[in-house]
């Protein structure tokens, strides 16, 4: 997986509307069983979503893995991240929603405050992890740069392994030390919230920026 790849995974990894949802269910007494209907639900719709991507544009003539295809992907994809990084920087998206994807349902918070259940947990998982910005970026290199199914399909999975990196994490601390999930969750949600802007900027202009050159000098 390149390296762009790999950032905006990470910058996803640190999504608040996600992490507030972990947050909530290794609070939980049940919080093991939890955070597996989260996680497993979560990881087969993302993964879901990109295979059937990844399936569906190598089922049409594209090219894919050629140097002129790997270089049109590159370039739109950098334009796309630099011009999320503008608006956000100049106001015109909204400071207040630093997130790369629709924020979590009212109804879905409100089921997470008010009873949480293994289903509400396995809702919550694909709920907050709608595909946003980054996801489609990365989703636009995978195809570009993957000329088969299978590494397409790898390097989809690899992501999400990326991006659900926090959720996996508090699970593993839930089975070993679960009276220390809860503020491990905690401490990087508190973070997230006061750096995910700054982080969602830097990631979009350096990504943005990286891709452009890189396609261009592809061409």
């Given at each position: 997986?390149?390296?762009?790849?790999?950032?905006?995974?990470?910058?996803?990894?640190?999504?608040?509307?996600?992490?507030?949802?972990?947050?909530?269910?290794?609070?939980?007494?049940?919080?093991?069983?939890?955070?597996?209907?989260?996680?497993?639900?979560?990881?087969?719709?993302?993964?879901?979503?990109?295979?059937?991507?990844?399936?569906?544009?190598?089922?049409?003539?594209?090219?894919?893995?050629?140097?002129?295809?790997?270089?049109?992907?590159?370039?739109?994809?950098?334009?796309?991240?630099?011009?999320?990084?503008?608006?956000?920087?100049?106001?015109?998206?909204?400071?207040?929603?630093?997130?790369d994807?629709?924020?979590?349902?009212?109804?879905?918070?409100?089921?997470?405050?008010?009873?949480?259940?293994?289903?509400?947990?396995?809702?919550?998982?694909?709920?907050?992890?709608?595909?946003?910005?980054?996801?489609?970026?990365?989703?636009?290199?995978?195809?570009?740069?993957?000329?088969?199914?299978?590494?397409?399909?790898?390097?989809?999975?690899?992501?999400?392994?990326?991006?659900?990196?926090?959720?996996?994490?508090?699970?593993?601390?839930?089975?070993?030390?679960?009276?220390?999930?809860?503020?491990a969750?905690?401490?990087?949600?508190?973070?997230?919230?006061e750096?995910?802007?700054a982080?969602?900027?830097?990631?979009?202009?350096?990504?943005?920026a990286?891709?452009?050159?890189?396609?261009a000098?592809?061409?």
């Amino acid at each position: 997986m390149i390296v762009e790849m790999f950032v905006l995974a990470l910058a996803c990894a640190v999504r608040p509307t996600s992490l507030a949802a972990v947050y909530a269910l290794v609070s939980h007494d049940a919080r093991r069983r939890l955070m597996w209907a989260y996680v497993i639900a979560g990881l087969a719709f993302t993964v879901g979503f990109g295979a059937i991507v990844v399936g569906l544009t190598h089922g049409i003539h594209m090219h894919s893995g050629s140097s002129k295809t790997k270089a049109i992907a590159d370039l739109v994809g950098g334009i796309v991240a630099l011009g999320f990084g503008v608006g956000l920087a100049t106001g015109r998206i909204s400071r207040r929603r630093t997130d790369d994807a629709p924020q979590t349902d009212g109804r879905m918070k409100a089921a997470l405050d008010r009873r949480l259940t293994l289903r509400t947990a396995a809702l919550a998982g694909p709920a907050t992890h709608i595909p946003g910005l980054f996801y489609l970026i990365a989703l636009n290199v995978i195809v570009a740069h993957n000329a088969r199914v299978p590494r397409g399909t790898l390097a989809v999975v690899t992501y999400n392994a990326v991006w659900f990196a926090l959720p996996i994490l508090a699970l593993v601390i839930c089975i070993m030390n679960p009276a220390a999930a809860r503020d491990a969750v905690g401490s990087v949600e508190k973070w997230a919230r006061e750096h995910s802007r700054a982080l969602l900027l830097c990631v979009s202009f350096i990504v943005g920026a990286a891709l452009v050159v890189r396609g261009a000098l592809a061409l």
